[in-house]
């Protein structure tokens, strides 16, 4: 069955980094679009960074110039680097998946979710 597991969450001060990485199995990863998608305390989720089958990247407008996403389709693992984080990033970083994708995708159209990990951003 398909499984995405996040790890690498934490809580770090106003402009530090953290890689978020999720593994995932039970799939055809390198055919899939693989997604980050965070929900902060009281606000909607948000795609904060997204890449398609080809490689390619879109960033949410927050975050651009600061996160960068990359996946390793040898070891089917998708990365979040995160960099100048501020406290508006607190938030729970959800990994998410779709299968034979290519383009951006909105939250509800990723098919897969792993069971999140919690970036706390204190100033």
């Known amino acids: 069955q398909v499984q995405l597991v996040e790890s690498g969450g934490g809580s770090v001060q106003a402009g530090g980094s953290l890689r978020l990485s999720c593994t995932a199995s039970?799939?055809?990863?390198?055919?899939?679009?693989m997604g980050w998608v965070r929900q902060g305390p009281g606000k909607e989720r948000e795609v904060v960074a997204g890449?398609?089958?080809?490689?390619?990247?879109t960033y949410a407008d927050s975050v651009k110039g600061r996160f960068t996403i990359s996946r390793d389709n040898a070891k089917n693992i998708l990365y979040l680097q995160m960099n100048s984080l501020k406290p508006e990033d607190t938030a729970m970083y959800y990994c998410?998946?779709?299968?034979?994708?290519?383009?951006?995708?909105?939250?509800?159209?990723?098919?897969?979710w792993g069971q999140g990990t919690q970036v706390t951003v204190s100033s």
């Open positions: 998410a998946t779709r299968f034979y994708c290519i383009g951006s995708l909105r939250p509800d159209q990723y098919s897969y």
């Open positions: 039970g799939y055809i990863y390198s055919s899939a679009c």
């Open positions: 890449i398609d089958s080809r490689g390619s990247t």
